[in-house]
């Protein structure tokens, strides 16, 4: 059955045996093919594995680009530099309104 590639479990369930280890003790060393089997299983895997990582990898130096843009993108709105933030006429807009509240007549009490 292990060389079916059964479960173990399903293996130790059938032959009546009380825990896995005692299946994989006693038949995994008689058959090396097994082994040699699950070696291969395991070594088909590593090259997703590193798939994977360069792609966690590639998306953490992506973020952390977006980060940094965005970081120069606020540096440049606090210089007042063109291309961010309102436009000046906004600025213009909110000091002319500020000065004409200002002069408003007040009512007298």
């Known amino acids: 059955m292990l ?5 173990i479990k399903i293996v130790s369930d059938t032959l ?6 005692i299946t994989r003790d006693i038949y995994q060393s008689v058959l090396p093919h097994v082994g040699k089997s699950a070696a291969e299983a395991t070594t088909r ?3 997703l594995q590193r798939k994977a990582e360069a792609e966690k990898a590639a998306r953490k130096a ?9 970081a120069a993108k606020a540096a440049d709105v606090g210089k007042g530099s063109k291309g961010g ?5 906004d ?14 007549r007040k009512p007298k009490k």
């Open 91 to 104: 600025k213009v807009k909110a000091q002319a309104k500020a000065a004409k509240k200002a002069t408003r």
């Open 45 to 47: 895997l590593a090259p």
């Open 3 to 7: 060389a079916a590639d059964i479960d």
């Open 62 to 70: 992506a973020k952390k680009e977006k980060a940094k843009k965005a």
């Open 16 to 21: 009546g045996h009380s825990d896995t280890r």
């Open 85 to 89: 933030g309102k436009p000046k006429r």
